[in-house]
Nanobody, 124 residues
């Protein structure tokens, strides 16, 4: 069983940085694909980034490419999202997600487990 808990959200100003963390208490963390999604009020959940089990493959949404970086530490059962040069349009609830199948995906429907979300607010 995978249980994901996000942390690290908060209120920052445009141009600032934040690092989100997502810890998993399950026993299969090292073999699963992990992703980050976000959802702003009144909008659909959108893909942000994903990382393969061995960190070799990473995906990013065009809107965050060059500003955000995903990483994982399988020994700590934790995945990170380093967010730099934050913009007001990055404001959303950020969700960590895990996929049982080891194939990368940008589709939120492909992910089997979700965290509760952490709020990120970027003021202008």
């Amino acid at each position: 069983q995978v249980q994901l808990v996000e942390s690290g959200g908060g209120l920052v100003q445009a141009g600032d940085s934040l690092r989100l963390s997502c810890a998993d208490s399950g026993r299969t963390f090292s073999s699963i694909v992990l992703g980050w999604f976000r959802q702003a009020p009144g909008k659909e959940r959108e893909f942000v980034s994903a990382i393969s089990w061995n960190s070799i493959i990473t995906y990013y949404a065009d809107s965050v490419k060059g500003r955000f970086a995903i990483s994982r530490d399988n020994a700590k059962n934790t995945v990170y999202l380093q967010m730099n040069s934050l913009k007001p349009e990055d404001t959303a609830v950020y969700y960590c997600a895990a996929r049982r199948v080891g194939i990368m995906s940008r589709n939120h429907a492909a992910y089997d487990y979700w965290g509760q979300g952490t709020q990120v607010t970027v003021s202008s």
